[in-house]
């Protein structure tokens, strides 16, 4: 395996943005910072919308550090970089080097150089032509494209050299924290984690809300939402997640609201609570992994109803897509094997035979006041939620 001595990230929308660049580009090395920063000590400088990640000590794993860069939200490209000495004989045995780590049957390459060291002998089109020829001599399937190239091998020769060959993706979107925070109403499920994904990539953080409903729901399905929190803080930094309690409202529905209007109540009693703890973080807005059609209680008139429980902006990016579509993703993003676990969630255990699927709201409000002091159960649920900091 290819060492690895500087990485490289090139930021990716932050660049367009104007007079508020350095803002989102301090969030991005921020996040950056707190995504390697326990593999040990590193220097992350910014210039021109890149930002230069050197390690300081010796023996950081810098291959887990390119993986958990891929994560951080704001960066296009990701180029690990080898350093060398600096005399043309190093910077070409090093880049033949770099490029035979590299699958480069039936490709092409560019080589591109800056020389921020102006005392160096040679000009920069001068080294990529002595790079470019030592690669082609030595390496075989290889043919040079300088409009198009499939490989971009870059040369800097600053204090030292640097030989940039291989290029992995970011995960794009923009720094987690630049774009204010919601509340994500997360559940077990499949569509939840990939919903709050797709908003945090937008560089909102969040805040986790789960309804959890003991003894009906085990505490092994409140470890399945823990571990779902986890892997979207890989992406999305840290996270609070509020475990709400949520068994005696639920038996209290059971109990006084007609069967096939238990999971609208119930929704709307969720989205409640969430705004209410959503306004205690400063959240603006809140996210559910809603898809129309998916589920009896996320008809059209389904989702009038829940939505008609709260003020604040709901997101729901998964509402245009086919559950193939949110699988697809939440396979990329890694929460899909911890989702298909089998433990029951609250929605689940006491669902009506025959849910009404096009609910009506002044029905709704009116078996509503049977409900005992919902407000008094509200607030309770809230003051005795646990709080878990992931
Ligand atoms: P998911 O795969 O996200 O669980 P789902 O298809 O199972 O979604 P529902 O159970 O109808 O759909 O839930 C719709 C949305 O309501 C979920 O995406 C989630 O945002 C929220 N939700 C449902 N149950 C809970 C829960 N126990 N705690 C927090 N949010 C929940
Ligand atoms: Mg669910």
């Known amino acids: 395996m290819q060492k690895i001595d500087l990485i490289l990230l090139k930021c990716g929308e932050i660049s367009l943005k104007g007079l508020n660049r350095p803002k989102f580009e301090q969030k991005l090395a921020e996040n950056v910072a707190a995504a390697i920063g326990n593999l040990g000590k590193f220097s992350i400088k910014k210039s021109q919308s890149m930002l230069y990640v050197e390690p300081l000590e010796d023996g950081i794993n810098m291959q887990e550090a390119v993986s958990r860069l891929k994560k951080v939200f704001g960066i296009a490209n990701i180029c690990p970089a080898v350093r060398c000495d600096k005399d043309m004989e190093s910077i070409k045995k090093t880049a033949v080097e770099c490029m035979k780590n590299i699958d480069c049957t039936d490709r092409t390459f560019k080589v591109e150089s800056k020389r921020e060291d102006k005392k160096f002998p040679l000009n920069s089109p001068q080294i990529s032509r002595e790079v470019g020829g030592a690669i082609l001599k030595n390496m075989s399937g290889l043919k040079v494209d300088v409009h198009n190239p499939d490989i971009l091998v870059q040369v800097e020769v600053r204090k030292e050299a640097y030989i940039f060959a ?40 969040l805040d986790a809300v789960y309804f959890h409903s003991p003894p009906y729901t085990s505490e092994r399905a409140k470890d399945k ?19 709400v309690p949520f068994t005696d409202i639920q038996l209290d529905i059971i109990e006084k609201c007609p069967k096939n209007y238990l999971t609208v109540i119930m929704r709307r009693i969720m989205m409640r609570i969430a705004e209410k703890i959503a306004v205690q973080n400063n959240d603006t807005a809140l996210i559910t992994g809603e898809s129309i059609g998916q589920v009896a209680s996320q008809t059209m008139e389904a989702l009038y109803c829940t939505n008609s429980a709260v003020s604040m902006p709901v997101f729901r990016p998964c509402i245009g897509m086919d559950k193939e579509e949110i699988v697809q993703i939440s396979k990329k993003i890694d929460t899909y094997e911890t989702s298909i676990q089998p433990y029951e969630d609250c929605c689940t255990i006491f669902v009506p035979k025959h849910p009404k699927t096009k609910p009506k709201l002044d029905e709704i409000i009116e078996v509503e006041k049977n409900l005992t002091d919902i407000d008094g159960m509200i607030e309770s649920a809230i003051e005795n939620a646990e709080i878990i900091n992931i």
């Open 225 to 243: 939402v823990i571990d779902l929190a986890k892997i979207v803080a890989k992406y999305a930094r840290n996270i609070n997640l509020y475990v």
């Open 166 to 205: 291989e290029k992995f993706s970011g995960a794009g979107g923009m720094p987690v924290g630049s774009s204010g925070r919601a509340a994500l109403l997360l559940s077990g499920g499949i569509d939840s984690p990939v919903a709050g994904w797709m908003i945090a990539k937008r560089g909102v953080k």
